[in-house]
């Protein structure tokens, strides 16, 4: 069986173009799929009945199965999702004026074990297929009760639930490369989604040569994980650093900018107590993004059991912010969002089983369990 969710247009293109229906079939499929969130080719109206029944017979539009779905106090809302084999996936829905954010995972687990998150802590076991990353996206509208109302005509995205799609789930997207860009392309269609690329971003830890790709396969918005401002701290914090050091990253983000959908580059900085929050360290971030053109996003740090790391106090945070402010650079905080569920930043864990079975490092301990 075919899941259609794996699919993007193209790939739907080919697929009917092989079974000998015309292309428009195609396109009347993805908009039943995706916009009216239809999984019952029977209830595909306007799609012929032979087509129908060829595709009962070969495929299926199969999400992820739901675990479980936690609201918390502000209105964020996490879902559990099963993907088989013992592994669980988080996606997190976040409600703000004016737009809904949809948080989404790529990757069971995470390989790339940067010291602060609760992610890399459980390591990693597998890609996420299209399907099961699209296919997150394709829920929650469900369950949010949303239909895709689509543009107004005006540019707006009335009636819009989910305005806005950020991959920054559980997973390095841009190490699950191919199917991640198909997602994109499905979020993109018109057919589908019709989100616009200034609203769909794409978070990295700073995988050079993907970021290249990226940029020129299917640019959207690119938030990068800094986290520090010299190499020999973002070494201990984030061990990707040693192939990708702070030089190359910077230049990447300057082609990036060359076709990015926006002007400048999102640097998400995770402010640990004590290790990258000092006025140096702010002052030694605006020397570092001298020639990227960028916006500063201040995470603090989000707390997990045995994670060795503390969050600074809230007015270390507003200075800091402060002297990135007071050099003309945009920088906000990020607030803390359905930390009452686990759903925040660093947070997410799902369940993963672990294939890199990294030894010293705390025990297997899933955050559903820590929170439960
Ligand atoms: N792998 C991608 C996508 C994950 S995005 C990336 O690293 O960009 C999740 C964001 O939350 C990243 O910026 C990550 O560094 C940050 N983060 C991880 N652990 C955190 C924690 N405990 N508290 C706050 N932010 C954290």
Request: with cysteine; charged share 25%; aromatic share 8%.
């Amino acid at each position: 069986m075919f899941n259609l969710l794996d699919y993007d247009l193209d790939t739907l293109l080919a697929w009917f173009s092989e079974l000998g229906e015309k292309p428009f079939r195609a396109r009347q499929v993805m908009r039943w799929m995706h916009r009216e969130g239809c999984d019952d080719f029977d209830a595909m109206t306007d799609v012929a009945k032979a087509l129908r029944a060829k595709l009962r017979e070969q495929a299926e539009i199969r999400p992820p199965a739901l675990l479980r779905d936690s609201l918390s106090s502000d209105g964020t809302r996490k879902w559990l999702f099963d993907i088989g084999d013992a592994n669980a996936v988080e996606t997190v829905f976040i409600p703000e004026a004016g737009r809904g954010t949809l948080c989404v995972s790529s990757q069971a687990g995470c390989a790339l074990d940067c010291a602060f998150c609760a992610t890399g802590r459980q390591g990693f076991n597998r890609n996420l297929s299209t399907g099961e990353i699209i296919g997150q996206l394709w829920l929650a509208n469900k369950l949010l009760g949303a239909a895709v109302a689509g543009d107004d005509g005006e540019g707006r995205d009335n009636g819009r639930v989910i305005s806005n799609v950020v991959l920054m789930g559980m997973g390095e997207p841009l190490t699950n490369f191919e199917n991640v860009v198909a997602a994109l392309r499905v979020m993109l269609d018109d057919h589908a989604y019709g989100l616009s690329r200034r609203r769909v971003t794409v978070s990295t830890v700073g995988i050079v040569p993907a970021i290249d790709r990226l940029r020129e396969e299917c640019p959207v918005a690119l938030a990068v994980s800094l986290h520090a401002s010299d190499d020999a701290l973002r070494d201990r914090l984030m061990p990707i650093n040693r192939k990708y050091p702070l030089r190359d990253l910077m230049a990447a983000c300057r082609r990036y900018l060359e076709r990015a959908p926006r002007d400048f580059v999102t640097f998400e900085y995770v402010m640990l107590d004590g290790v990258n929050d000092s006025d140096a360290h702010a002052r030694a971030l605006i020397a570092l993004t001298r020639d990227v053109p960028c916006k500063f996003n201040l995470i603090p740090f989000n707390p997990f059991p045995f994670s060795g790391f503390a969050r600074p106090p809230a007015r270390r945070v507003r200075d800091f912010a402060g002297i990135l402010r007071d050099f003309g650079i945009i920088a906000t905080t990020r607030k803390t969002r359905g930390d009452d569920v686990a759903a925040a930043c660093g947070q997410l864990a799902g369940k993963v089983r672990d294939k890199a079975r990294r030894v010293g490092l705390c025990p297997l301990q899933t955050m559903e369990e820590v929170f439960s």
